[in-house]
């Protein structure tokens, strides 16, 4: 299988690369315009590898996508170059519409010159559940609930979904898409809730909580995402949208909580000998912060039997403990946590 991924260089674009090129053999060409969202550290462990390649391009620039299909001759495209940050989307929404929306419109024309000369090609729009708005206390997000997206960052994803349906139904791209819940796991990047909350509460730092921590996330490993886009890429029906998640529901103030019990549990304790969980401090809430997000992946289960193979108790401990052991991969990266104090996605 020849691969492109794009936004290959961010956090979960990169876990697709490790996993495609060492797990699945596949020949990988990763697309990323590097922005401060990118880090090609991330790919270490494969940068060297015959079947990994790196070109720098935007994927709103169709002339740089022509070359690179033409050149490269791809059996499938993994898509998943894009802003991805609700708090900057809300602060600075024009990056998303471009990339977000301009960038996937701009992918879907040159696919469609592209599978001409390969009928079979397919491409796989990797999307987010927070198309669908928010849920009350109870139900859950399945592939049919009606998109209502309520933030810049989820109206530019929903855009690209719709996008890529109408190229589907038009122009008869084998396209699929896939919603998907919150990730975390390793190389994540430390502007993001998760490893935020790792690294201040290592370093004793305040901890940010939105309002009063009850919004309610669905956390899915990133490792198990990667595979889920693999696996439908390959064999999902086009046309189709699958929804992934690994229902795993906590409150925000959970998620914080269980950090700091974690950080207590491997690191060194503070010089104060406070438990961690001392340091949660509540934060004004975000604007429309949506209430709860839960999916059901029951499709995915069911027709391509994807399973997630962590739950959250267990791939927490083991993000914990990888950002214990790797403070040089995101040492030079601690600005941006600096730089953002709020609770983020
Ligand atoms: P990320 O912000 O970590 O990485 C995005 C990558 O895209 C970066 O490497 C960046 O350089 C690249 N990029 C940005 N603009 C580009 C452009 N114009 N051309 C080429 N490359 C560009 O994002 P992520 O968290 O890894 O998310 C990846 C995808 O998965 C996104 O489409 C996002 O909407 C979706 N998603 C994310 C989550 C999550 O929890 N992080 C959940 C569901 C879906």
């Known amino acids: 299988m020849k691969a492109i991924i794009t936004g290959g260089a961010g956090f979960i674009g990169s876990a697709v690369c490790r996993h495609a090129v060492l797990e699945l053999g596949w020949q990988v060409l990763n697309l990323d315009a590097l922005t401060y969202a990118a880090n090609l550290s991330s790919l270490a462990s494969i940068e060297a590898h015959p079947n990994y390649q790196f070109i720098k391009a935007d994927v709103c620039d169709r002339t740089a996508l022509d070359a690179i299909f033409a050149d490269f001759q791809p059996d499938c495209m993994l898509h998943l170059a894009a802003e991805s940050h609700v708090d900057r989307s809300i602060t ?17 024309e040159a696919v469609r010159a592209y599978h001409t000369s390969c009928p079979n090609f397919r491409l796989l729009h990797v999307s987010t ?12 997000f399945t592939e049919t609930t009606p998109y209502s997206p309520r933030s810049p960052y989820s109206a530019s994803k929903a855009a690209s979904d719709h996008l890529v349906m109408a190229w589907h139904e038009t122009y008869e791209l084998n396209a699929l898409i896939s919603n998907c819940s919150n990730n975390y796991g390793p190389y994540h990047l430390p502007e993001k809730l998760i490893p935020l909350m790792i690294l201040n509460a290592l370093e004793g730092k305040p901890l940010p909580v939105y309002g009063d921590g009850s919004n309610v996330r669905d956390w899915l490993f990133v490792d198990d995402h990667a595979r889920a886009l ?9 046309g189709e949208t699958y929804n992934v998640g690994g229902r795993n529901e906590r409150t925000n103030l959970q998620v914080v909580e269980t950090i700091c019990d ?15 969980r001392s340091l949660i401090a509540y934060v004004a809430d975000r604007p429309g912060h949506d209430k709860r997000y839960a999916i059901d992946a029951t499709k995915l289960e069911q027709e391509l039997g994807w399973r997630a193979q962590e739950n ?4 927490l401990r083991k993000t914990v403990a990888w950002f214990l052991e790797h403070q040089e991969w995101w040492q030079p990266l601690r600005w941006l ?7 983020l996605k």
């Open 92 to 108: 600075g929404s024009a990056a998303f519409i471009n990339t977000n929306i301009v960038g996937t419109y701009t992918v879907l």
């Open 129 to 140: 559940d927070e198309v669908y708005g928010s849920l009350g206390d109870e139900g859950l």
């Open 230 to 238: 693999t696996t439908i890429v390959q064999h999902g029906r086009v």
């Open 262 to 276: 974690l950080v207590d549990a491997l690191a060194l304790a503070l010089p104060n000998g406070q438990p961690r």
């Open 312 to 315: 959250f108790d267990t791939g």
């Open 337 to 343: 946590a600096a730089q953002r104090q709020g609770l």
